[in-house]
């Protein structure tokens, strides 16, 4: 299995991150084979630029059926909840936004709030927003996505510590069952 980091035009993109979309057609000089993951980027053709956005998918099914010669079609699916790719591109973000308290402010006479924070003592502005649901969702950001990330940890932690039982208790279903078949026949 290989992963295929490949751009996708955002129409395309969005179409696959929202379940829609559930196969690329590609010229096939990478080989591509099932089971193999791509890691889909959006890009914007008309700009030349990556947008920032991505999403891993799985192949599942390879045809060449009615296609020009060279291309295939690829029957993805999209791993389940947020991937480790997605997960981490969230944290680096978070990570590079402007560090320190954000905090709302109002210069007399301008018609929008503005967001900022202290830099080494001096204030910054981050942003300027016109509609106050906008400020408070962008000054409490920082905060709630790092709560929202290690709530996702915790409840990552907390699954596999429950399927680790479960197998556990499986497993030991199968013994004891096997225990009674075994005293079973050595009693007959």
């Known amino acids: 299995m290989k992963t295929h980091e490949l751009k996708t035009e955002p129409p395309y993109f969005q179409a696959v991150l929202d379940g829609r979309k559930r196969f690329e057609i590609r010229h096939n000089y990478r080989d591509f084979e099932e089971g193999d993951k791509l890691l889909l980027k959006e890009y914007d053709a008309d700009v030349h630029v990556f947008t920032g956005r991505k999403v891993k998918v799985t192949v599942t099914y390879i045809t060449e059926y009615a296609q020009q010669p060279g291309y295939v079609v690829l029957s993805i699916r999209k791993n389940g909840g947020m991937n480790d790719v997605e997960l981490s591109d ?99």
């Open 90 to 188: 969230i944290e680096e973000r978070l990570n590079e936004t402007t560090q320190g308290e954000w905090f709302r402010y109002h210069d007399e006479g301008a018609p929008m709030n503005i967001i900022g924070t202290f830099v080494d003592g001096e204030e910054k502005g981050i942003g300027e927003f016109y509609h106050d649901e906008d400020v408070d969702f962008i000054v409490n950001a920082p905060n709630d996505m790092r709560r929202l990330l290690d709530e996702v940890e915790r409840l990552r932690k907390e699954n596999a510590i429950l399927k680790s039982q479960k197998v556990r208790q499986l497993t030991n279903d199968i013994c004891d069952r096997n225990n009674k078949g075994m005293q079973k026949l050595s009693s007959e």
